[in-house]
């Protein structure tokens, strides 16, 4: 079984800074892709940040130069650098990783269970 963890959510004022971490854990062969998404209420989920198992990135226009996505592939370990927060960042932040576990050959797609970012002051 594989399963991702996530930590480091909660409540900032603005122009604070949060880290995001997400763990990846079980029966893992290798990791591509790991990403940050976040959903707001009464919205849909949108991707905020990718990492290739290579390290590039790419990012939502919203949270270019604020947020900074990097992986430790020792540690299977994804983060999320928030910094300048402001309230429209607010959100349940989710990562997801694409995983070859060690019973099947192929990509499964696996997701976190969520960390609530408050950004308020």
């Known amino acids: 079984q594989v399963q991702l963890v996530e930590s480091g959510g909660g409540l900032v004022q603005p122009g604070g800074s949060l880290r995001l971490s997400c763990a990846a854990s079980?029966?893992?062969?290798?990791?591509?892709?790991m990403d940050w998404y976040r959903q707001a209420p009464g919205k849909q989920r949108e991707l905020v940040a990718v990492?290739?198992?290579?390290?590039?990135?790419r990012y939502a226009d919203s949270v270019k130069g604020r947020f900074t996505i990097s992986r430790d592939n020792a540690k299977n370990t994804v983060y999320l650098q928030m910094n300048s927060l402001k309230p429209e960042d607010t959100a349940v932040y989710y990562c997801?990783?694409?995983?070859?576990?060690?019973?099947?050959?192929?990509?499964?797609?696996?997701w976190g269970q969520g960390t609530q970012v408050t950004v308020s002051s």
């Open positions: 997801d990783a694409y995983i070859r576990p060690g019973w099947a050959p192929g990509l499964t797609q696996y």
């Open positions: 079980g029966s893992i062969v290798s990791i591509d892709d």
């Open positions: 990492i290739t198992s290579g390290g590039s990135t």
